[in-house]
């Protein structure tokens, strides 16, 4: 575990004896893992994207796959947004 928080450190005063489990979670508590939402970094909509293939799927106008070519996505990427199993804290 690095105690520096710098990941690439190698300096033995720097690191701590851990479990993979204990290791993520520090990462966590420190700020490290965010990777939700737009900061993670293959995320291909921003939290506005995703408000608007909700709405406009709820509202029945256009389905998933009109949706994901009006915004140059893959139809998946709308399927996943819709039935929320990503962006789920929006």
Known sequence: ?????????INPEHLTIGTRSQNL??????GRRNHEGVNN???KLSEEDVIVIRRLYK????N????????GVAI????HACLGYNWSKI
Do not use: F, W
Request: with cysteine; hydrophobic share 35%.
């Open 76 to 79: 998946s990427t709308v399927n």
């Open 64 to 71: 998933q796959s009109e949706i994901a070519r009006l915004l």
């Open 59 to 62: 509202e029945g106008n256009l």
């Open 1 to 9: 575990m690095h105690n520096c928080d710098n990941s690439l450190c």
């Open 25 to 30: 979670l520090d990462a966590y508590a420190r």
């Open 41 to 43: 970094p293959r995320a």
